[in-house]
């Protein structure tokens, strides 16, 4: 790719989904080698500078990823702008997010396991499933799947 590409995860609150999805990409990009800017946000506003939360800093951690700088925003119109794609958990967030679109706006959303075959279509919540290692499991196939998809395009 000729500019560096701008990728947004989006999730409910962005402390658990979208910032793991923010860190594994980070880590798996720079371990390809890949120039390509990334960030999270929530569709809602409730843990607005927070940090991630703490067991996904933890479940994220022990496969040697640290969450523990990045501070939970919420998603604006002006995102649609600013980014390339923009990449939704679930498709709660993905149809949370069409109302926030600027009037001929064309930026894509898209489901985060639309990029690896065999997923769920939703990276399931773990701050209400509890199930953190599962949904750090999704991401991380899905991220992969993601930086393909990137690699493969036309310079």
């Not at 594994?24 to 607005?48: L, P």
């Not at 065999?118 to 773990?126: K, R």
């Not at 209400?128 to 930086?147: H, N, P, W």
């Amino acid at each position: 790719m000729t500019t560096q590409p701008r990728i947004l995860f989006v999730c409910l609150g962005n402390i658990c989904r979208s910032p793991t999805a923010e860190g594994v990409a980070r880590a798996r990009a720079s371990e390809r080698g890949m120039d390509v800017h990334f960030d999270g946000a929530g569709t809602g506003g409730w843990h607005v500078g927070d940090a991630p939360y703490g067991p996904a800093i933890e479940a994220a951690a022990h496969r040697g990823v640290d969450l523990s700088t990045l501070r939970a925003r919420q998603v604006s119109s002006q995102d649609f702008e600013a980014f390339d794609l923009i990449i939704a958990m679930d498709r709660n967030n993905a149809s949370d997010l069409e109302p926030l679109r600027p009037p001929g706006n064309t930026t894509p959303v898209r489901l985060m396991t639309s990029f690896a075959q065999g997923l769920p279509a939703d990276v399931p919540d773990p701050y209400y499933t509890r199930d953190f290692d599962g949904a750090l499991d999704l991401v991380e196939t899905a991220v992969d799947g993601l930086l393909d998809h990137l690699a493969s395009q036309p310079e």
